[in-house]
């Protein structure tokens, strides 16, 4: 498919387990994002790729949580020792401009986390 | 403070034109104003969006106040499908967009 392909769909894992988050944009998008959205809340913001910059990191909730990007392509969003209020949908988004002021986001269909 | 202010909810019945409001009285000089919708379960998707004038595509309208203080978000014949959550969004002078809360729209048949 053509679209922002995130995995895995579904997570469970118990308190204190790292888990790993991948996000796959859409073929040359150099822009890519990852919000977070907790049951019934709004998307925030965690950490922001674009090209070869320095990624924009001052979402990240705490320092359990990091996300590198490879080649400037796949993405995966880390957590370490996680905590339950870490339960969250976890979006991915790419963009083709190089500002999303005037550029069009394209979201995967997120994560899913569970931490029992 | 940098935020967008929706209300909670709304309701329409099918076939009718439906307003969803936003204020986003903070808003820069050359921040665009985005409208994305969320359906149960899926990611967001884009829906219009615009900086000064009002802007009409296949599947909304926005209209932005002169002031750009407020945009409202016009579907025009709201069908069963469009039962999602609405979200005003802009980027307040940054790379990133910044979402609130949203608008959950029901469709009554």
């Known amino acids: 498919g053509a679209g922002v392909s995130q995995s895995p769909s579904n997570k469970v894992t118990e308190k204190g387990k790292d888990v790993e988050l991948r996000c796959d944009p859409i073929s040359g998008h150099t822009a890519l994002y990852w919000y977070r959205q907790s049951l019934g809340q709004g998307l925030e913001f965690l950490i922001y790729f674009q090209g070869n910059s320095a990624p924009d990191k001052s979402g990240l909730p705490s320092d359990r949580f990091s996300a590198e990007r490879t080649g400037g392509s796949v993405s995966t969003l880390t957590i370490q020792r996680t905590q339950q209020e870490d339960s969250a949908v976890y979006l991915c988004a790419s963009s083709l401009r190089w500002r999303t002021n005037t550029g069009e986001l394209f979201f995967g269909e997120g994560s899913r986390l569970t931490v029992l | 403070d940098a935020k967008t202010t929706q209300p909670n909810s709304m309701e329409s019945n099918e076939e009718e034109p439906v307003h969803l409001p936003c204020n986003h009285s903070?808003?820069?000089?050359?921040?665009?104003i985005h409208w994305y919708r969320q359906l149960p379960s899926q990611g967001p998707e884009y829906v219009i969006h615009g900086l000064t004038s009002n802007v009409n595509n296949r599947m909304a309208s926005l209209a932005i106040a002169e002031d750009r203080k407020s945009s409202t978000l016009i579907l025009h014949r709201a069908t069963l499908r469009d039962a999602a959550v609405y979200y005003c969004?802009?980027?307040?002078?940054?790379?990133?967009?910044?979402f609130g809360t949203g608008t959950r729209l029901q469709v009554f048949p």
């Open positions: 903070t808003i820069s000089g050359t921040d665009y």
């Open positions: 969004t802009t980027t307040f002078n940054t790379d990133k967009l910044i």
